[in-house]
């Protein structure tokens, strides 16, 4: 595994949506290229025929049935229920205005 | 030191008041967490009118809950209402949660006394409480030591006397290796078992809550109180809530141990290594039949949890994004013109000023595992491997009751020793890593310290559901008492 460059750092970063200074973009390229070429043990096991484990229950049995299956019934009635008050969730928002959360804008 | 169960019984009894616990506590605290840092938020006025409400109750003469008038510190990944919840982060500055916790909704039914928040690292990504934006917590034991993390501050509370019991909560032994590295009891129940309705989610498959206490039997009835059911988190599990206390008190006689070879491995430090054993062969000698498992994958968990646990981080943190809650940035000057410029500099700005720099690394980390190209060879394939390393679990529980290893393969590390090195500290993690990735509940019960008095932790594995088990064999190593002389006569 090659390491990171700073290239793909700042392909990564703009998809988590974090800017990043040039002296970050050097040193998390290295640290993460570090971290991946570690990672990149898990090649070299055998998985064929496995299924992947996406949660756990305590009913779900390993490689066994979809998450679908295992989770069958756990939906909630979909029902209005009392939640946070409009105020009690605009309260901690930096900027709120008219009633709302207050963005820069986004459409021209 | 006075424990959870015994501050229960003479407040119910009416021997001590609630209102002089609290005030006791808040003096422990001014005395010993300026040096120590386990406190961020310490919610002086919540809690005397809490012990006062106590005390009041107990004049109506209504009945009192199993917690009456015991302190129990919140780590600060856990909301509570009205009071600051930072999740060791600067992006989370000055919010104040518009609710509580199921846990804390339980710990005030319960009658608890809650003396305010703890240090962590920063979103609970770390095992040293170093990554803290507020700065690091201390080990008592030694204060050029780290606790360990990321539940640090809630593991200090409890191992210096200034609450008998904490909640933390443990994605990949963040519960249970502070609680080996400053000699306190931490379990973490099996996923699913405490409701995270509450919690700042880090990795939504690995989170789970659970308590650290003074002593078992205390670790115990906080479990008893937490546990359950609750609609508002449909991944906690309906299963019917066992009898922990009475489990402190069983017999061992006859209960099956595994031990697994690869948990004695290279990297193991010998002093730690010698007390686990003289620890096995005390509960040997106290009726427990002793046999080797093989758990062959464990040596792969450190990899298969990097890249689960950083692809989920980085998704529950995208919701960190300066519009409705936290710090928010506004850029001075705009980068661009094209449409949405505005809004993703805000963004950018918010989460880069936000976001310390571990915080940072994983979420890169999961967001490469997760993107197009990469999925496949990383996140799928560490989802397949976490199926091999439950198997091995399967398998090896099919011929033993409970697994016995170290909690962490050294004794507390120094402040500032691992921090330069990402990959040195994730790899502290790997004894508790397998049980987080199958979801097994697992405790953390003190054992003999090394020559220099530094702490160590026992790990105790046991099956999905049965906390009871691990909480028997706990309590039988805590009454053994041991002290070190045992292993090396």
């Known amino acids: 595994m090659t390491p990171m460059d700073r290239a793909q750092i700042r392909h990564v970063a703009e998809l988590a949506e974090l800017e990043l200074t040039a002296e970050e973009e050097e040193r998390l390229a290295a640290e993460i290229g570090r971290v991946v070429a570690y990672v990149s043990e898990l090649d070299a096991i055998d998985t064929t025929d496995v299924a992947p484990t996406a949660h756990v229950t305590a009913a779900a049995t390993p490689g066994e049935g979809s998450a679908a299956d295992d989770l069958a019934g756990l939906f909630r009635p979909d029902e209005p229920r009392p939640g946070l008050s409009h105020d009690e969730a605009l309260a901690g928002a930096p900027r709120a205005a008219h009633g709302g959360f207050s963005v820069p804008t986004f459409v021209e | ?489």
Request: proline share 6%.
């Open chain 2, 1 to 489: 030191m006075e424990t959870v169960t015994t501050i229960a019984e003479s407040v119910r009894k009416g021997e001590k008041r609630a209102v002089e616990i609290a005030e006791s506590t808040l003096a422990r605290i001014a005395e010993r967490d300026g040096s120590l840092h386990a406190f961020l938020a310490v919610a002086k006025d919540e809690l005397i009118a809490q012990a006062r409400a106590v005390d009041e109750k107990r004049a109506r003469g209504e009945a009192l809950g199993p917690l009456a008038g015991v302190p129990i510190a919140l780590k600060d990944a856990l909301c509570m209402r009205g009071v600051p919840t930072t999740s060791g982060s600067k992006i989370l500055e000055g919010w104040r949660p518009p609710y509580d916790a199921t846990v804390v909704a339980k710990l005030r039914a319960a009658d608890a006394l809650i003396p305010g928040k703890t240090n962590l690292d920063e979103f609970a990504m770390g095992s040293s409480t170093e990554s803290s934006a507020y700065g690091p917590t201390k080990n008592p034991v030694d204060e050029t030591r780290t606790p360990g993390g990321s539940s640090g501050g809630s593991a200090v509370a409890v191992a210096a006397g200034m609450s008998p019991a904490s909640l933390g909560s443990d994605t990949g032994g963040s519960i249970r290796q502070p609680a080996a590295f400053t000699g306190v009891v931490g379990l973490k129940p099996t996923y699913g078992r405490v409701s995270r309705f509450g919690l700042v989610a880090f990795a939504s498959s690995l989170d789970q809550i659970g308590p650290f206490a003074s002593d078992v039997r205390g670790a115990a009835r906080v479990l008893s109180v937490i546990a359950g059911h609750d609609p508002k988190d449909m991944t906690s599990l309906t299963a019917s809530v066992s009898d922990y206390e009475a489990a402190c008190g069983a017999s061992v006689r006859g209960l099956r141990l595994g031990v697994p070879e690869e948990y004695f491995a290279e990297g193991l430090d010998p002093e730690v290594a010698t007390s686990i054993r003289a620890a096995i062969a005390a509960l040997e000698k106290g009726g427990c039949v002793v046999r080797p498992v093989k758990l062959p994958h464990t040596r792969h968990a450190v990899a298969t949890y990097y890249v689960i646990a950083t692809a989920e981080a980085s998704s529950n943190l995208a919701r960190f994004d300066g519009v409705r809650y936290g710090l928010r940035v506004e850029p001075k000057t705009a980068s661009g013109t094209s449409q949405g410029s505005a809004l993703r500099a805000m963004y950018g700005a918010t989460r880069d000023a936000g976001f310390g720099p571990e915080v940072k690394r994983r979420i890169l980390l999961g967001t490469f595992v997760l993107s197009a190209g990469y999925y496949d060879a990383y996140y799928l394939k560490a989802q397949k491997v976490r199926t091999l390393i439950r198997r091995d679990f399967e398998a090896a529980f099919t011929e033993v009751d409970a697994i016995v290893c170290p909690t962490a393969p050294t004794p507390p590390f120094k402040l500032g020793e691992k921090t330069s090195d990402p990959l040195s500290m994730y790899l502290s993690d790997v004894y508790t890593l397998p049980a987080s990735l199958a979801g097994l509940p697992a405790i953390s019960v003190p054992c003999a310290p090394t020559r220099a008095g530094l702490p160590v932790g026992l790990q105790i594995i046991a099956r999905p559901l049965e906390e009871t088990t691990a909480l028997s064999l706990a309590a039988a190593v805590e009454s053994m008492g041991l002290t070190g002389s045992e292993g090396r006569q």
